[in-house]
C-alpha cells in the first residue's frame, strides 16, 4: 500500500486559505486519493476524492500533478470550526478488491482567531 | 454523502465481560466494512475486513478469536470484543465502501469502550 507523508501540524487564522500538501511517492496506477477530516472523538469525515488534476466541491480543492506523487488540499477561508485532523489516503481504486485505507500519522490543522 | 452509523456511542463494562459494537450502512449496501481502532492522540489503525457472508480478514497482530467479527448482511457488521481488558479501552470506529463508480469508505461516528 502506498504511504503517504503529511506535516504533523499547520497554524493558521480565520479567513485565510489553507493549503496541506500529501506526498504519496509510490502510488499505484489504479488509486485514487481521498482526503478525510476528523475531530476528536469522531469518526473520519470525506472531504474529497480525486484521480488526476483538479477537483473541487463546495468545501475545498485536491491539486493533483500530473505524476500524482503528491497532492494538495486547499481549503478556502477556514474558519475555527476547521480546526481538526486531516488525513491523505491513497487507495480505493475502483474496482480493485477489497483493499482498505491505511491512515498515516495526518496533519493537525490549527485555525486561530 | 453515505451514512454510516455505531451503536453504542460509549460503552463502558467490567474486565472479563464481552462488548458488542453494531455498525450500519443506513442508505447503501456494503458488502464490505472495515473495523479500525483510535488510541488517543494516534491515527487509525486498520483490525479488520469484514465480508458479508464470509469470515473476517485480520490484520497481523490482531486477535481474531478476541475480536469476533460477523458481517450477517449487507448493512450490518458487529464487532464483538471477548473478555475485554482495561488495555483494549480505546475508540472503535467502523467504516464500509460503496460499490461502484470510485470507491469511497465513509466512517461511521466511533464507539468509545472503556473497560474497567
Known amino acids: 500500500l502506498a504511504k503517504t507523508t503529511q506535516p504533523i501540524s499547520m497554524d493558521s487564522y480565520e479567513g485565510q486559505e489553507v493549503n496541506i500538501t500529501c506526498s504519496h511517492n509510490?502510488?499505484?496506477?489504479?488509486?485514487?486519493i481521498t482526503w478525510y477530516q476528523q475531530f476528536p472523538s469522531q469518526g473520519p469525515r470525506f472531504i474529497i476524492q480525486?484521480?488526476?488534476t483538479k477537483v473541487t466541491n463546495e468545501v475545498a480543492s485536491l491539486f493533483i500533478p500530473a505524476d500524482r506523487k503528491s497532492s494538495t488540499l486547499s481549503l478556502p477561508r477556514v474558519s475555527l470550526s476547521d480546526t481538526a485532523v486531516y488525513y491523505c489516503?491513497?487507495?480505493?481504486?475502483?474496482?480493485?478488491?477489497?483493499?482498505?485505507?491505511?491512515f498515516g500519522s495526518g496533519t493537525r490543522l490549527q485555525v486561530q482567531p | 454523502g453515505a451514512v454510516v452509523s455505531q451503536h453504542p456511542s460509549r460503552v463502558i463494562c467490567k474486565s472479563g465481560t464481552s462488548v458488542k459494537i453494531e455498525c450500519r450502512s443506513l442508505d447503501f449496501q456494503a458488502t464490505t466494512m472495515f473495523w479500525y481502532r483510535q488510541f488517543p492522540k494516534q491515527s487509525l489503525m486498520l483490525m479488520a475486513t469484514s465480508n458479508e457472508g464470509s469470515k473476517a480478514t485480520y490484520e497481523q497482530g490482531v486477535e481474531k478469536d478476541k475480536f469476533l467479527i460477523n458481517h450477517a448482511s449487507l448493512t450490518l457488521s458487529t464487532l464483538t470484543v471477548t473478555s475485554a481488558h482495561p488495555e483494549d479501552s480505546s475508540f472503535y470506529i467502523c467504516?464500509?465502501?460503496?460499490?461502484?463508480?470510485?470507491?469511497?469508505?465513509?466512517f461511521g461516528p466511533g464507539t468509545r469502550l472503556l473497560v474497567l
Open positions: 509510490n502510488i499505484a496506477t489504479n488509486d485514487y
Open positions: 480525486g484521480y488526476k
Open positions: 467504516s464500509a465502501r460503496t460499490s461502484g463508480g470510485g470507491e469511497t469508505q465513509y
Open positions: 489516503l491513497v487507495g480505493g481504486a475502483l474496482n480493485t478488491g477489497r483493499r482498505a485505507l491505511t
